[in-house]
């Protein structure tokens, strides 16, 4: 056995079936996206034309490119600093329940295992004008209808809010686990000492969570950034473009239009911008909450 695991054969045998994997599906497709984001071709027909660079040029003259550009970003940062505070105080709200916390678990997990068209289907349904939960709550209150979905001013506000709504159980298991993870005898300790629950929370768990969050933070921008089929399955990027993201904008020219090589481009952008802001925020902030030991 010894002499097996010291013949570097081993180790290729090993690795190499990983290594095709990766090859095939991560390293070829990015490699055709980018050859055929310098083609006119339709994505159908046997002729590619290069074009250079005229796909980039023409997504960046485009108004409806730099919207959709805007409306990611709308995705990132009510991510960062709307929907990342609602997880950590709900997680932290859970592990200081005393019965039940499984039950709480499993509420705030569920939309997280459900399809994104169920998802969309059943906001649908919620912010329906005419018999919607959310116009009949505002009615109470003397408040008109909201046409939420067909009304640009509330149309994507209306979207971040369903997605939020669907994702943040997901994350929310993981601050817990963090949290849980933290040595009782820290918080223990610190309350002998007089220090009240909030002061332990912002003194001593959210230090030692800082980590995780940092986690959370840029798996929400990455989702960010790809998120297209709850945009499709509500609005389909209406009323007129205004709840477009690049993803949807990229389904719209590379599979409705036939125009492939556009598409394609569109696509090398989007892994771009993610590549930029990803990489930003690990160096000027995720590199500072550095691991800390207990």
Known sequence: MNKALRNPLTYILFVLPALILFLAFFIYPIYTAIDNSFTSWNGISKDVEYIGFD????????????????????????????????????????????????????????????????????????????????????????????????????????????????????????????????????DEAAAIDGATGFQRARKITMPLIMPVVSVVIMLSIAGAMKAADIVLVMTKGGPAGSTDVMATYMIRYAITSFQHGFGNSIAVLIFVFTMVVTVAYQFLIARRNERIEY
Do not use: H
């Open 55 to 186: 796909n980039y040029a023409k997504a960046v003259q485009d108004a409806a490119f730099w919207k959709s550009v805007r409306n990611n970003l709308y995705f990132i940062l009510f991510s960062c600093f709307i929907q990342v505070p609602i997880i950590v105080l709900f997680s932290l709200l859970i592990a200081n329940v005393k019965k039940l916390k499984g039950l709480y678990k499993t509420a705030v997990f569920a939309p997280s295992i459900m399809s994104t068209a169920v998802i969309g289907i059943l906001w649908g349904f919620i912010y329906n004008p005419d018999f919607g939960l959310m116009n009949q709550i505002l009615g109470l209150f003397g408040v008109e209808p909201i046409y939420w979905l067909s009304d640009k001013k509330w149309a994507m506000i209306s979207i971040l809010i369903t997605n939020a709504w669907q994702w943040t159980g997901f994350y929310i298991v993981m601050v817990l686990a963090a949290i849980i993870s933290i040595p009782k005898e820290l």
